[in-house]
């Protein structure tokens, strides 16, 4: 409002308004180009994957922190993911294949407001079809929703193989009621090397039987079960845990209370989620 005099008239706004969306579209290209420039550094167009979560989270976080006035931040963060899955699908081209056998219509809001509609969207009809479109691409994204009578059987023990894909972010990263895009959903990739952000450390759990005392264990360490699910050893966990617990914190916590035979492989991390403040 800087530009404008004490008094302004109507069309004193609305050329104010024009110079704000011209300067927006400007750097937006002036954006563009500078992500040019780091394809050149990166080579990204040959080498896989341009996602990091990691900073994503940083600056989705640094996004909400300074957001206020009457915009809803809802307009803000939807944005801000547009513009940033947009430039990384610009540095390397990829696709997120989605598993719809619980809902269509929750799992493409989550898709379209985290990757707009520049990057392409494969529904399937199962987790296993996403898995296999993720392993067999050159750096595509899968979604999953985090509740697994939405999907298809025990798919997070798919996950456990060192070269499989692995949970690379939980979504959505800003947390508030009233989410346009609510549906928790975890994202899964090849594995990053060196991008991963191990502040949330996922798990497959096999146990033979459930008992009541797992959860309260399991929270005294930070750790919660997100996700379980009946195969044919007994009863599979999807337990998540703060990324300085480690697997020895989980074995610990399991120990003595009647589970049987416990095993226990990693499958992924993800940053902390962040709570905007009402």
Same mark, same amino acid.
């Given at each position: 409002m800087?530009?404008?005099?004490?008094?302004p008239?109507?069309?004193?706004?609305?050329?104010?308004?024009?110079?704000?969306?011209?300067g927006?579209h400007?750097?937006?290209m002036?954006?563009g180009?500078?992500?040019?420039?780091?394809?050149?550094?990166?080579?990204?167009? /040959?080498?896989?994957?341009?996602?990091?979560?990691?900073? &994503?989270? &940083?600056?989705?976080?640094?996004l909400a922190?300074?957001h206020?006035?009457?915009?809803?931040?809802?307009?803000? &963060?939807?944005?801000?993911?547009?513009?940033? /899955?947009?430039?990384?699908?610009?540095?390397?081209?990829?696709?997120?294949?989605?598993?719809?056998?619980g809902?269509?219509a929750?799992?493409?809001?989550?898709? +379209? @407001?985290?990757?707009?509609?520049?990057?392409?969207?494969?529904?399937?009809?199962?987790?296993?079809a996403?898995?296999?479109?993720?392993?067999?691409s050159?750096?595509?994204?899968?979604l999953?929703?985090?509740e697994?009578?939405r999907s298809?059987?025990?798919?997070?023990?798919r996950?456990?193989?060192?070269a499989a894909p692995k949970?690379?972010?939980?979504?959505p @990263?800003?947390?508030?009621?009233?989410?346009?895009?609510?549906?928790?959903?975890?994202?899964?990739?090849?594995?990053l090397?060196d991008? /991963?952000?191990?502040?949330i450390?996922?798990?497959?759990?096999?146990?033979? +039987?459930?008992?009541e005392?797992?959860?309260?264990?399991? /929270?005294?360490?930070?750790?919660?079960?997100?996700?379980?699910?009946?195969?044919?050893?007994?009863?599979?966990?999807?337990?998540?845990?703060?990324g300085s617990?480690?697997?020895?914190?989980?074995?610990?916590?399991?120990?003595?209370?009647?589970?049987?035979?416990?095993?226990?492989?990693?499958?992924g991390?993800h940053?902390?989620? @962040?709570?905007?403040?009402?």
């Amino acid at each position: 409002m800087a530009s404008l005099g004490p008094n302004p008239t109507l069309a004193d706004i609305r050329r104010e308004i024009d110079r704000l969306d011209e300067g927006m579209h400007r750097l937006l290209m002036e954006r563009g180009e500078v992500i040019d420039t780091l394809i050149e550094v990166k080579k990204t167009q /040959a080498s896989g994957s341009a996602f990091r979560p990691g900073r &994503e989270a &940083e600056m989705m976080k640094r996004l909400a922190e300074r957001h206020h006035g009457s915009l809803p931040f809802d307009v803000a &963060e939807s944005i801000w993911r547009v513009i940033i /899955a947009t430039f990384t699908y610009v540095q390397a081209p990829y696709s997120v294949h989605a598993d719809i056998a619980g809902g269509d219509a929750p799992m493409r809001d989550s898709a +379209r @407001f985290h990757f707009g509609f520049t990057v392409p969207l494969i529904a399937h009809d199962g987790a296993s079809a996403v898995i296999d479109a993720v392993e067999n691409s050159a750096g595509d994204l899968g979604l999953f929703p985090v509740e697994t009578g939405r999907s298809e059987g025990v798919w997070w023990k798919r996950l456990a193989e060192p070269a499989a894909p692995k949970i690379i972010a939980r979504l959505p @990263f800003v947390e508030r009621p009233g989410h346009p895009a609510g549906q928790p959903v975890y994202l899964i990739a090849k594995p990053l090397a060196d991008a /991963a952000v191990r502040e949330i450390v996922l798990y497959a759990v096999g146990v033979e +039987r459930w008992r009541e005392g797992v959860t309260p264990a399991l /929270a005294a360490i930070g750790a919660a079960v997100e996700a379980s699910a009946a195969d044919d050893d007994g009863l599979s966990l999807l337990v998540s845990a703060p990324g300085s617990a480690g697997r020895d914190a989980l074995l610990a916590a399991m120990a003595g209370l009647g589970l049987g035979r416990v095993e226990i492989t990693e499958i992924g991390s993800h940053a902390a989620r @962040f709570r905007l403040q009402d």
